[in-house]
């Protein structure tokens, strides 16, 4: 049985309480409380695990072995609102590191030297006890977050794979991998040196089949019941004897990832069916905005305001726009100087731009009256335009000031017929796309780079390789933001101009 999510600002503190239903599907619930009442949330899992590493307690040294949870199930833990949403977003920084480190090709070595970098630096906590406990919250909002549409589905699904074997991998002791297989119900164990010395030349029969170097005497291999690793047996990848099958350390790694690759797809079906049919619509007041807001989260510095490369004037703008300005901007100013106008979503893309690279309000009514009034006239632009300009910059309505969009939410946004806006590397068929690249100067050996990315659907790295091919300098960080592109432009192409003059 499923149960809405909600969470309560004032109190902000939800809790989290396992039931189990039964032998083969077990289901957690998080549950939610305020002090005068208490609501529910459920996530669905996989059977029930046994955290032999107490998860709420406050037993440092029951986290001081480095391991990795199965997430099977949601523990009974109470958890403050803001870390619900924190540790999701932290989680995230790792998640995404892992995505651009292996779009970017990274190697076997760099990508672990990565994970475990991007782990360290995002994942830790002040308490120690409290680790264990954050990588399983983060976890499960994000299966939340990521269980929504077949898209996110597939990214979360595939970027919790790579992190796990990562991971697993490396476990610094034997045991701690046995612990992980224990968690997934694989009841193997270790193979002494004096039964390897017994079964050395089977073991490297089998081997020697597979194409790969004889095992060692400091190999690690597992015994196991032969019939847990059917894959195993029926590829003939195992030595049997008496009933177990002697699985070599790179084996264990597959194959316990396949397992946790298979329940974590279940389970994410099954969090879409209850998201849908109940839980965001029980929650659409306070869990539902978070958890939609989440996977679009821009993870990176706040780039609202000005800073000391942003500032631009009227007189500068066009000759800036054709430097600096990402392809999604760029594109945006050059329509509406060609048609002296933008629909909607355009305007919103490109004002909001504008005002986070340092154009101030005036300029801003300036620059937008002196295109639209060309179209629509002067008293049309005043009546029915220049109002939602005030509005971007917090001078009308609610008076919010509102803040640029990340490339997350470009790339995420659906143009219709007529719009301009959205990211060019998602939205321009590809031949457009060559043509706007070729305007913006890039050659065609780095464009063969960047179609690929956007080929394989990688749009944010297909723009910080234009960003590369451009300024020619690596962008280590990538761009995650129009406004990060623009002011890392501006803090190469001005020293330049500052020194030339
Ligand atoms: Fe704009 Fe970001 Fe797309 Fe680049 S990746 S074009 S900055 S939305």
Request: proline share 4%; aromatic share 10%.
């Amino acid at each position: 049985m499923w149960f809405p999510a909600i969470l309560c600002p004032r109190a902000q503190l939800f809790g989290a309480v396992i039931q189990k239903l039964g032998k083969q599907l077990k289901r957690a619930q998080f549950w939610f409380r305020r002090r005068t009442r208490r609501t529910k949330i459920a996530m669905e899992i996989v059977r029930p695990q046994s955290h032999r590493n107490s998860l709420s307690s406050a037993n440092d040294a029951a986290v001081a072995v480095p391991t990795i949870p199965s997430y099977r199930s949601a523990p009974p833990l109470e958890v403050r609102l803001e870390d619900f949403e924190s540790f999701a977003i932290d989680r995230l920084r790792v998640l995404k590191g892992i995505s651009d480190g292996m779009s970017r090709g990274k190697k076997q070595e760099e990508m672990e030297k990565l994970v475990k970098d991007l782990w360290r630096v995002n994942m830790r906590h002040q308490h120690a006890s409290e680790v264990l406990n954050k990588d399983i919250i983060s976890h499960f909002v994000l299966r939340l977050v990521y269980c929504r549409t077949e898209d996110l589905r597939k990214w979360f699904l595939s970027m919790e794979c790579a992190l796990f074997r990562y991971r697993f991998r490396s476990l610094y002791t034997a045991e701690a991998q046995r612990a992980v297989m224990e968690e997934f119900d694989l009841s193997g164990s270790a193979v002494t040196k004096m039964e390897f010395q017994d079964i050395k030349e089977k073991l490297g029969q089998v081997a020697r089949s597979m194409g790969q170097p004889l095992p060692t005497l400091d190999a690690i291999f597992y015994k196991v019941p032969f019939e847990e690793v059917p894959e195993l047996v029926a590829g003939r990848k195992v030595f049997i004897k008496q009933g177990y099958a002697y699985v070599a350390m790179n084996q264990v790694v597959s194959f316990v990832a396949t397992l946790f690759r298979s329940q974590l797809s279940k389970t994410l079906i099954l969090t879409n069916r209850k998201w849908t049919s109940s839980i965001r619509e029980q929650e659409k007041h306070r869990l539902t905005p978070i958890v939609e807001a989440l996977c679009s989260s821009y993870l990176g510095p706040d780039l609202s305001q000005p800073r000391e490369y942003a500032e631009i004037s009227l007189k500068d703008i066009d000759q800036i726009a054709k430097s600096s300005f990402p392809l999604c901007m760029r594109h945006l100013f050059d329509k509406l100087k060609e048609d002296h106008h933008l629909k909607h979503g355009g305007r919103m893309q490109l004002g909001l731009f504008l005002k986070g690279v340092g154009l101030n309000l005036d300029d801003a009514l300036a620059f937008w009256r002196a295109e639209f009034s060309k179209k629509v006239g002067l008293e049309k632009f005043e009546k029915e335009y220049a109002y939602n300009i005030r509005h971007n910059y917090g001078k009308e309505g609610k008076r919010t000031d509102y803040t640029p969009y990340s490339c997350q939410k470009v790339i995420s946004s659906t143009p219709g017929a007529g719009d301009q806006h959205g990211c060019p590397y998602r939205h321009f068929s590809e031949e457009n796309l060559k043509a706007a690249l070729s305007r913006m100067g890039v050659n065609s050996r780095a464009m063969e780079d960047v179609i690929d990315k956007v080929r394989n659907r990688h749009y944010q790295l297909a723009c910080t390789l234009t960003f590369e091919a451009l300024h020619g300098v690596p962008c280590d960080a990538g761009i995650n933001h129009p406004n990060q592109y623009f002011i890392d432009s501006q803090k190469i192409l001005q020293p330049k101009k500052d020194s030339s003059a």
